[in-house]
T-cell receptor
Framework: DAKTTQPTSMDCAEGRAANLPCNHS???????VYWYRQIHSQGPQYIIH???NNETNEMASLIITEDRKSSTLILPHATLRDTAVYYC??????????FGTGTRLKVLA | SAVISQKPSRDICQRGTSLTIQCQVD?????MFWYRQQPGQSLTLIAT?????????ESGFVIDKFPISRPNLTFSTLTVSNMSPEDSSIYLC?????????????FGPGTRLTVL
């Protein structure tokens, strides 16, 4: 079973920040949090990952709570092209990913 | 990130036949992975394929049904054998990332298989 829980779907207005939450209450100390997105049944696209510090790259920001039991992916200015299914995954020392059901984000014009 | 291609991109097959899916990477990688994504579902790992060793299959997947080859560090194939309509899915390969500490993966575009 997946070690993460995400809302099934979310809407976001174009130009606004999209905040996608993920619960991973059973995360282990050496497990990283990874975020991927899948646009219309293409291969998943890597977005960002983190261990305990907040991370930012050109695509998104990742905020991890101090207890590491949850995280939030932030798309600062969502566009229509950000409409996708977003997956949060925790894994450590292995490439064995267990995908949950993800969050279907719809960006509205 | 690595550039990954898959062939075919899609196919429609008859029940009882087999299909071999190819995955090509533009650089040498140690680990390659095969996933299945059934209609409307999330991704499920089928097996891990390391060059020079037998593939490691996840629970619920067996070599007779999904034989895998990994002849070199840039190529792998997955065969879906004796197909039934339940095998209709998107099949994706992925490869390890370049991170020295972390374990990100990069995915191919997928092969959409329909079995009649």
């Amino acid at each position: 079973d997946a070690k993460t829980t995400q809302p099934t779907s979310m809407d976001c207005a174009e130009g606004r920040a999209a905040n996608l939450p993920c619960n991973h209450s059973t995360i282990s100390g050496n497990e990283y949090v990874y975020w991927y997105r899948q646009i219309h049944s293409q291969g998943p696209q890597y977005i960002i990952h983190g261990l305990k510090n907040n991370e930012t790259n050109e695509m998104a920001s990742l905020i991890i709570t101090e207890d590491r039991k949850s995280s939030t992916l932030i798309l600062p200015h969502a566009t229509l092209r950000d409409t996708a299914v977003y997956y949060c995954i925790v894994a450590a020392g292995t490439y064995k990913y267990i995908f949950g059901t993800g969050t279907r984000l719809k960006v509205l014009a | 990130s690595a550039v990954i291609s898959q062939k075919p991109s899609r196919d429609i097959c008859q029940r009882g036949t087999s299909l071999t899916i190819q995955c090509q990477v533009d650089s040498q990688v140690t680990m390659m992975f095969w996933y299945r994504q059934q209609p409307g579902q999330s991704l499920t790992l089928i097996a891990t394929a390391n060059q020079g060793s037998e593939a490691t299959y996840e629970s619920g997947f067996v070599i007779d049904k999904f034989p895998i080859s990994r002849p070199n560090l840039t190529f792998s194939t997955l065969t879906v054998s004796n197909m039934s309509p339940e095998d209709s899915s998107i099949y994706l390969c992925s490869v390890e990332g370049r991170g020295l500490v972390t374990n990100e993966q990069f995915f191919g575009p997928g092969t959409r298989l329909t079995v009649l």
